[in-house]
């Protein structure tokens, strides 16, 4: 299971943190990453890191702005998002990968508007 929180709104300009926490798997051994998905457009990837932590990808539209990070003893995944931007508003989704074994979180609406 994993249960994404940390949405909401912010301002243009603003921060947010969210958070993945993730159980009833052996989180260490899966890779994590975010995803969103705006009104009427397809899901993107936004940030991925290894089961380790040593390898990072970020979509080019926030890098330098986001950074994803994982805390294996707490099982927990994050986004940091800085210098958020209208384009940002979406539905981020936590999702985690095992060869053929994808998981996947409920969701939670991030809304940058003023």
């Known amino acids: 299971q994993l249960v994404e929180s940390g949405g909401g709104l912010v301002q243009p300009g603003g921060s947010l943190r969210l958070s993945c926490a993730a159980s009833?798997?052996?989180?260490?051994?899966?890779?994590m990453s975010w995803y969103r998905q705006a009104p009427g457009k397809e899901r993107e990837l936004v940030a991925a890191?290894?089961?380790?932590?040593?390898?990072?990808n970020y979509a080019d539209s926030v890098k330098g702005r986001f950074t994803i990070s994982r805390d294996n003893a707490e099982s927990t995944v994050y986004l940091r998002m800085n210098s958020l931007k209208p384009e940002d508003t979406a539905v981020y989704y936590c999702?985690?990968?095992?060869?053929?074994?994808?998981?996947w979180g409920q969701g939670t609406q991030v809304t940058v508007s003023s």
């Open positions: 999702s985690a990968r095992l060869g053929s074994l994808w998981y």
């Open positions: 009833g798997f052996t989180f260490s051994m899966y890779a």
């Open positions: 890191i290894s089961s380790a932590g040593s390898n990072l």
